[in-house]
Structure formats: C-alpha cells, structure tokens
C-alpha cells in the first residue's frame, strides 16, 4: 500500500499554540499518522506519513483552518512508512534560528519559481548561498553554491556576521537561496533583509518542489537531497535515493563511506569512531544485535509500543 509522504510549514500567529500542538497530535494519533511535527507561536513545521485517507484528514483540518492559508505543502508517495512513531513538539520556533532580525511574517525575500530558478542562478553575479547544514550539502547542491559550513542553522547567524557583513559585500547585490522544503529560507532571506541587503531571493517550496518541477535532464541540482526521515535522500521526481545514515551521528554515508574499516553497521562509522562514548558504542552494539534478532523472526524492532516489547520478551 502506498504510503504519502506530506511535508509542510507555514509561519503564522497561533496564539494557543499548546493546546494546538495537542489537538494536532489527537488527529495524527486517531488517524496512525507517524513523522515528526513543531507547533510554535510563530507557526507549523514538519513531516508525516500516513495512508492516503489519513493524510486527507489531517489536510482537511488545516486547509480549513484561515491561519493556515496558502501554507506551503507538498506530498510525495512511498512504498514503505519512513517513521518509526509519531512526535508532536511544542516550541518556540517552529525552525530554531534564536534571532531577533529574523522576522518572515514582516519581510522576507522574494519567492523564485522552480521553473524560473536555472535562470537567476546561471548569472555570475549572483551569490547562492545553500542555507542547510553541511551534512546535508555533502549528499547534494546546486551548482557554484556556497557551503557556509553550518553544524546548525543556528550557525547562520556567525556566517552573516563573519562573512557577508565582514566581507563588505555590497547590499545591493542579487543573493539567492535555498534548502531542503523553503522554511529555512524565510528566516535566512528575512534575517538579510533586516541586515539591508536589497535584492535577497529564495527558491520557492526548496529544492523538493524543484527536483518535482524541473526535468532531470534540465537540471542544475547535483547529487541527492537529504531528507528528515527514514529515507535518507531523495532524487528527481522524489524517488528514494541509496543514501544511508550513521545511526551514531546520524551523518550520511558514501559508498567510501561504508567500505571504510571502522564502520560497523548500527554503531558507527568513520566520522565518529574516535568520538563515540564507549558506553554509547556498548549500547548501539546490542541495540543492533536485538535489530538483527528481531528481523531473523520477522519481527518489528523499532516503533513497538511498550507491552509489545514485554510481551514478545515473555514470549521469548
């Protein structure tokens, strides 16, 4: 059966954005919808996965919703569901950027179609600026984008301090960016914007939306596109890619990767071997063990409630 993927956010006012969050979560719950959603004052975030009528649902709700009017979303189909379980969160900022300039409901950048993309940034005098973390940039870009070298988006701050303010560049210089779904270019491009820079430009519902929009054979994206989820990466027309992911730290592997001699599946690989703690390396070693025994009697091992642990356990 397939299951859709939705991805979405949207920034707006939600002033009882607690009792939101957990009306949301009834409606996922109800509805066995999994994936990972951020309910905030300043809006809605995330991604889930569910059956088509469940996804209809939960659209249902917010398409009805005023708040929620032109949100950005976007669906893709897959074959398998890439969650493990359901987590709705209620935070402060529904993408953590801890910066007062960076105000997208007041000003932000000026959206780019998909389709008119190749065009802004095939101009040499354009500086494109991927806005994702370098994790994520390893797997996949644009052509000629900058790599600002973020661990978090947080990070994005010191790069607008230390380098497109210290670098004096002009602030009427076209500056175009992206990443994976749009959300972290609304506080990116607004953040700039309060900075002074007048031509500030921003792909239009991220690099998902183009590899939907734009033929391959037409394309300026190269590699793959990492995603938030079970899949890892996707490509052109969203097809899963091959990626894999360190289960320690979570970084995406290469086939260099995963050929190197101190990867162990589960546990760790070659960019955090000599940083794990031996207790965490301990418990990733047996966590993979049950993982393998599990699949050996055809079994979940992920996302089981708690009684089913128990009871298999008995059982066992």
């Known amino acids: 059966m397939d299951v859709i ?12 954005s607690l ?3 957990k009306y949301i979560e009834k409606i996922c719950i109800d509805n066995n919808i999994k994936g990972n959603l951020i309910i905030a004052p300043e809006g809605i975030n995330g991604t889930i ?3 088509r009528e469940a996804i209809n649902i939960f659209k249902s709700q917010l398409f ?3 708040r929620f009017y032109n949100i950005e979303y976007k669906e893709s189909i897959t074959n398998k569901q890439p969650f493990y379980r359901l987590r709705v969160s209620h935070k402060q900022e ?4 801890r910066s007062n300039e960076a105000t997208p409901t007041i000003i932000k950048g000026e959206y780019v179609e998909p389709k008119d993309w190749n065009d802004l940034i095939s101009d040499p005098n354009v500086l494109l600026i991927d806005t994702r973390n370098d ?9 000629n984008a900058i790599n600002p070298n973020m661990k978090t988006f947080v990070d994005f701050n010191d790069y607008v301090t230390n380098q497109l303010l210290n670098d004096n560049i002009s602030k009427s210089k076209k500056i175009a960016m992206y990443c994976t779904g749009g959300i972290r270019c609304e506080k990116a491009t607004s953040l700039l914007k309060n900075k002074g820079f007048e031509n500030v430009y ?3 519902g991220g690099i998902l939306k183009y590899l939907e929009d734009v033929d391959e054979n037409n394309s300026l994206w190269e590699g793959n596109c990492f995603v938030f989820d079970q899949r890892v990466s996707v490509k052109h027309n969203l097809v899963p890619a091959n990626d894999r992911l360190c289960y320690a730290c979570r970084f995406p592997l290469t086939t260099e990767d995963l050929d190197s001699h101190y990867y162990i599946e589960g546990v760790q690989c070659n960019h955090c071997y000599d940083t794990i ?3 965490v390396k301990e418990a990733n070693l047996e966590r993979q063990k049950q993982m393998l025994l599990s699949k050996s009697r055809h079994e979940d091992h992920i996302g089981m409630t708690l009684d089913t642990i128990k009871e298999r356990r008995r059982k066992h």
């Open 135 to 143: 994790y994520e940039i390893k797997i996949g870009k644009f052509k």
């Open 5 to 16: 993927v939705a991805a979405l956010y949207h920034f707006t006012n939600i002033d009882n």
């Open 64 to 66: 009805n919703d005023e």
């Open 49 to 51: 996965a569910g059956s």
């Open 19 to 21: 009792e939101y969050s």
């Open 94 to 97: 529904i993408i953590t950027m």
């Open 277 to 279: 703690d031996p207790r």
């Open 202 to 204: 921003h792909l239009k």
